[in-house]
């Protein structure tokens, strides 16, 4: 009877379970480790740091922090798909490079055209921070890095937009070229 009573409890608290709601990837492992990649990166990296974008490139993810949206080179040198927020921050998901494993569901639900444009206000102080993943499979990923990743960052030819130039008066002060 004791043995009953026992797994009733433990299927009771089984089925209890908080259950991940994942409309934008085909695994829940992605979106765990997206989100748990942020945690490391507030803990560890960045406490200030709100806004993330999430990149894949053959085998590995990678999530990036900065403080302003498409001011630091591969932010504002790569597509966008789209963004979804979370309890503390926004997240920015790109256009995967030659990816190994498709991670983005095909009628996803990430919000289009959420990523702004340009900052003036941006002081050249940010870098490329955050958590790199090896994607052994869609169920299985692997930390392999995380800090700084300015050595993993280098120009891509499909990548290559031209530069935007600043208006002609950039915080109040003409432009001269």
Do not use: A, W
Request: proline share 6%; hydrophobic share 35%; net charge positive.
């Amino acid at each position: 009877m004791k043995k009953i009573v026992l797994m009733l409890i433990f299927v009771l608290l089984y089925s209890c379970k908080k259950e991940v709601k994942n409309p934008y990837f085909v695994s829940d492992e992605i979106y765990n480790k997206i989100i748990e990649g942020t945690d490391i990166i507030h803990q560890e990296i960045s406490e200030s740091d709100r806004l993330f974008y999430v990149l894949n490139r053959y085998d590995t993810l990678i999530i990036m922090s900065v403080k302003y949206e498409n001011v630091i080179k591969p932010t504002f040198m790569i597509k966008k798909e789209g963004t979804f927020y979370t309890d503390c921050c926004k997240i920015i998901i790109t256009k995967p490079y030659n990816p190994s494993f498709k991670i983005i569901k095909t009628p996803n639900r990430l919000k289009q055209n959420d990523v702004s444009e340009y900052l003036d206000f941006y002081n050249g102080n940010d870098y490329q921070k955050g958590v790199m993943y090896k994607i052994k499979d869609l169920n299985h990923l692997e930390l392999i890095r995380k800090g700084d990743l300015r050595k993993y960052f280098y120009p891509i030819k499909e990548y290559n937009l031209p530069v935007i130039k600043p208006p002609k008066e950039y915080l109040g002060k003409p432009y001269k070229k």
